[in-house]
């Protein structure tokens, strides 16, 4: 029979998991091995009787240090189990054995190659953690500053800004480990005799990193919203401005529709400090009878916080729209786009910037403008006869009007 117990002693502690095996013994309980995640040991079961445990430091491979176990049997020790890169652990019933070693010196030089091996994989892990965090800082810092500044993910914004910290912890805790080997070496090399550190009642897993776990990854999904953005219908959407409808950016194009078509979609709306008026509108007629065409538009409005904040907003919105067309061409995708032609920077009296894409979707012509004036920050996507200079003046005048009042509930 068999029974699993957690290692009470860190595994740098060598005299007290040492007194622990020998514990362990005189209450029947005898080692068989360590779980590969080490932090519990397999007992056999038996009658309790003394018996010591010693841990001898892996050198620099497992089959030249097994080596040992012949001239160890032959002093009266027995190769129980290894932990590997750690110990071998030996067992001995014999009172009368002699010491693996003799002196605290002897057992550092043994240490020392185990040591160094540590040393190294610590550092190892420590530049490669650093590298693919500043990798994945790299590759996802555009979505981070724009999320950053509108608030839409909280939740991908916190983990964001958790990375870093738990990246500085994980290195400090790694400088630690390091210092308290160099410690057991130091102490040994001066002769002194290792004491057996304060023993926990349960597993670390359990008792600290499980509930740091559920702290950081699991209460703030519970916590924070996914998303902060609330989608109204077009009808219920108070927004703050009175855009121009289909009808009226259709009025411009050599063939005017005669009436405003019935329309579907939504209206999404978001704030935050640094971009207190957040507006996303999607529209798209159920049906045009005079027209096979598909007017689809969307435009996003965001009102900043200072001139300089829209600036910054203004960039990595339009880098965004930029790697969204880009993404469209590809044929798999739902809204395919050919014929591209990228964002470039247009001329416009009374805007601070002006860039303009344009595409083919569907056999039918497109465009996107990107527009900023002070504070205010426009980006509408059109699949229209019209052409863009028809219909940027229609939007400048919507957004010179009073601005309405934004509706903070969903309906």
Not at 133 to 156: C, E, M, R, T, V
Not at 221 to 233: D, G, N, V
Not at 285 to 294: C, I, M
């Amino acid at each position: 029979m068999t029974v699993k117990k957690p290692v009470p002693c860190s595994l740098y502690d060598i005299q007290g998991i040492q007194e622990w095996l020998d514990e362990m013994a005189l209450q029947g309980l005898f080692l068989e091995e360590f779980t590969r995640q080490k932090d519990r040991a397999v007992f056999r079961t038996g009658d309790p009787k003394p018996l010591r445990y010693r841990l001898d430091p892996v050198g620099k491979s497992k089959n030249k240090d097994k080596d040992r176990e012949e001239p160890y049997a032959q002093m009266g020790w027995k190769f129980v189990d290894w932990i590997p890169q750690w110990y071998y652990i030996f067992s001995s019933d014999n009172p009368e054995a002699p010491e693996l070693y003799t002196d605290p010196q002897s057992l550092s030089v043994s240490m020392d190659h185990m040591i160094r091996r540590k040393i190294k994989t610590y550092i190892s892990i420590s530049l490669l953690w650093f590298f693919l965090i500043a990798l994945l800082i790299f590759i996802s810092s555009h979505s981070f500053l724009l999320n950053l500044l509108l608030w839409g993910y909280p939740q991908d914004l916190f983990y964001m800004i958790l990375l870093p910290i738990i990246t500085v912890i994980a290195a400090l805790i790694l400088a630690v480990n390091i210092r308290r080997i160099l410690k057991i070496r130091n102490t040994l090399a001066q002769g002194l005799p290792l004491k057996a550190k304060k023993r926990w009642n349960r597993p670390l897993m359990l008792v600290i990193w499980l509930p740091i776990y559920i702290l950081l990854l699991v209460v703030p999904r519970l916590i924070l919203p996914s998303s902060r953005w609330e989608t109204f219908s077009p009808e219920n959407a108070a927004l703050s401005h009175q855009w121009p409808t289909i009808a009226q950016l259709e009025a411009v194009a050599p063939s005017p529709l005669e009436q405003e078509p019935e329309a579907d979609g939504y209206v999404r709306v978001n704030t935050s400090p640094f971009a207190p008026v957040q507006e996303f509108t999607y529209y798209h007629p159920l049906r045009v009878p005079q027209y096979p065409t598909d007017f689809s538009t969307t435009i996003h409005y965001i009102q900043a916080s200072s001139p300089k904040t829209a600036r910054w907003i203004y960039q990595l919105t339009l880098e965004e729209r930029a790697d969204q067309l880009k993404q469209w061409q590809k044929p798999t995708y739902v809204s395919h786009i050919t014929d591209l032609d990228p964002f470039a920077p247009q001329s416009w009296p009374g805007l601070d910037r002006l860039e303009v894409a344009s595409f083919r979707a569907g056999g039918q012509r497109g465009w996107t403008f990107a527009a900023l004036r002070g504070q205010d920050i426009l980006l509408v996507s059109y699949r229209t006869l019209s052409r863009w200079e028809d219909c940027l003046p229609l939007f400048l005048e919507a957004l010179d009007r009073e601005i309405i009042p934004q509706s903070t509930s969903i309906n």
